[in-house]
């Protein structure tokens, strides 16, 4: 901390900020595999184009105009800033050693407060958004002091510290001096972040294995009110811009998704399409990002059903029946063209917006299948079926499927999307055609690839594997080579109890005691999810 300056903060800096923008410019950006927007009620998507993976902690000025955020692009944790009209990115803090996380606008935008030292050993500090600005230090050493948010009126800086032991809520001036203790839930304070009138404040408490979002008031004597009721862990509380609904992360057994409840109490509710999202900011540019001009598919593995146990070529064999709907903007298209004799390249064609197309190479490959009833051509790998152990989730068997052959014919989605069109694949993958140069399949938006159980290749080999409790894993796009607009409903599990009663070499019998849509480690999610 002693590269750390004497920089001074102009008090025409700390004024108020821009007024908020109009609902229809609000845009909620959320973090997972690849960071991505959403507009607040699911609807409509947006490219993040300056974001890559890893990066986090995203906070968008009150004006809508630039973003900061933390990357590891560079090796080590550093502040960024990007201008969302033209893309341009500033790096703001150059270290090999210090890491620099979480930043903070200050309301006009003239300001970023972050955490910046070793993990323990953290400060408040805050500079001009700049490239080599020399950050000031707020608060002492001593402590780490982390999560920082300024005051709408930039009277103080609300951040959490463990200097009292507990990690608990703390303010300091934005010219610095000594820390002033805020009043909080008993708990492990995290997270706090204003709301835009500078009256309440949103926290996350954890307490007992949990984690809750509560609404407090940094001036007593205002009671604290319990936001989030849900049973699991709740982080990263956001106010909308208009300071009446709250957003946060919400996990259960690390099923992760983002949810909105109003700032005043009432009931929560799932935000469509964040299943696999985490650290949310809900800003004011919307009107400056672009809606993603890629129709892009999303691969929403549903768990196995069916399941059943079945002697097969000498064999007891686990059987299950598996289905891949597409609830994306646009179809998965597929296009296979001859590489090798015996193999296709396979490329994905993304249909655009505008009518136009782009193509992305190599997302896998298609292999001409001999035995009946197929004789025609396989994209793989498109699923994969693991069973784990329940206990630390170690792969124990993986399926023995050759590959898939893609078609509309067999179902529509189970999650309804609107608009859907008659289906576009349905010819048989080039049937009895081992010499075909080119061969499209795919599923389109709101069809559903279906294979029921026992169905060549859809089984287990349960040879060797004692009773006990494991978890069945359906992985869609296992190797992340096709384009989707999101990742994180990929996996989906059901949680199994495997006995013999007739002892070892007997019939298996196998009952499914959880069911798991939307993560793969069903053993750790809690009975009610």
């Not at 008659?422 to 048989?428: A, E, G, H, L």
């Not at 006990?468 to 080579?481: C, I, K, Q």
Request: with cysteine; glycine share 10%.
């Amino acid at each position: 901390m002693a590269a750390l300056g004497a920089a001074t903060v102009a008090v025409g800096a700390l004024t108020a900020g821009a007024a908020v923008a109009q609902p229809g410019d609000q845009v909620i950006i959320g973090v997972a595999d690849v960071p991505g927007a959403i507009s607040p009620d699911g609807s409509l998507r947006y490219e993040v184009p300056f974001l890559e993976p890893g990066d986090g902690d995203l906070a968008i000025s009150r004006d809508g105009s630039r973003a900061a955020f933390t990357s590891l692009r560079d090796g080590n944790p550093e502040i960024y800033v990007a201008e969302l009209a033209t893309g341009v990115l500033t790096r703001v803090t150059a270290s090999d050693v210090i890491e620099d996380r979480r930043p903070a606008w200050s309301a006009d935008g003239t300001m970023l407060a972050w955490d910046m030292g070793a993990p323990g050993a953290r400060r408040i500090v805050v500079a001009a958004p700049a490239a080599g600005a020399v950050p000031m230090a707020l608060t002492p050493e001593g402590a780490e002091d982390i999560e920082p948010d300024w005051a709408p009126d930039a009277s103080a800086i609300v951040f959490t510290s463990d200097r009292s032991g507990a990690r608990r809520l703390w303010s300091v001036s934005p010219f610095g001096g000594d820390p002033v203790p805020l009043a909080a839930p008993p708990g492990t304070v995290r997270a706090p972040v204003w709301n835009p009138a500078g009256t309440a404040l949103a926290v996350a408490v954890a307490r007992n294995g949990r984690s809750v979002i509560w609404r407090v008031s940094p001036t007593p004597p205002a009671r604290p009110l319990r936001l989030s009721r849900a049973d699991g862990v709740a982080t990263a509380p956001e106010w909308s811009p208009d300071g009446r609904s709250v957003v946060f992360a919400f996990t259960r057994g690390l099923d992760r998704s983002l949810r909105i409840v109003p700032a005043r109490g009432g009931k929560e509710r799932l935000l469509p399409g964040t299943v696999g999202y985490a650290d949310p900011d809900w800003s004011t540019a919307g009107g400056l990002l672009t809606p993603t001009p890629e129709l892009l598919p999303d691969l929403d593995q549903r768990a196995p059903y069916d399941v059943a146990v079945t002697l097969v070529d000498g064999a007891w064999r686990l059987g299950f029946a598996s289905a891949t709907d597409n609830i994306g903007d646009g179809p998965l298209w597929l296009r296979g063209v001859r590489a090798t004799p015996t193999e296709l390249r396979t490329d994905q064609v993304i249909t655009l917006r505008d009518g136009g197309t782009r193509v992305v190479r190599r997302v896998g490959r298609m292999r001409y299948e001999y035995h009946s009833p197929h004789f025609h051509w396989h994209f793989k790998p498109f699923v994969r079926y693991e069973l784990r152990a329940a206990a630390d989730h170690r792969l124990l068997v993986r399926d023995r499927k050759s590959g898939f052959c893609l078609i509309d014919r067999w179902s529509r989605a189970l999650t309804k999307v609107p608009g859907v069109r008659p289906p576009r694949f349905t010819s048989n993958c080039a049937e009895r055609n081992r010499g075909v140069r080119v061969v499209e399949q795919g599923t389109s938006r709101g069809y559903s690839d279906v294979y029921p159980a026992f169905y060549h290749g859809q089984d287990i080999d349960l040879t060797g594997v004692p009773d006990g409790r494991y978890v069945l894993v359906h992985r869609a796009n296992p190797e992340r080579r096709i384009r989707e607009l999101r990742y994180g409903n990929d996996a989906a599990s059901v949680l199994l109890r495997l006995r013999r009663p007739g002892g070892p070499g007997t019939r298996p019998v196998v009952r499914v005691l959880r069911v798991c849509e939307h993560t793969e480690f069903c053993a750790a999610v809690t009975p009610s999810g």
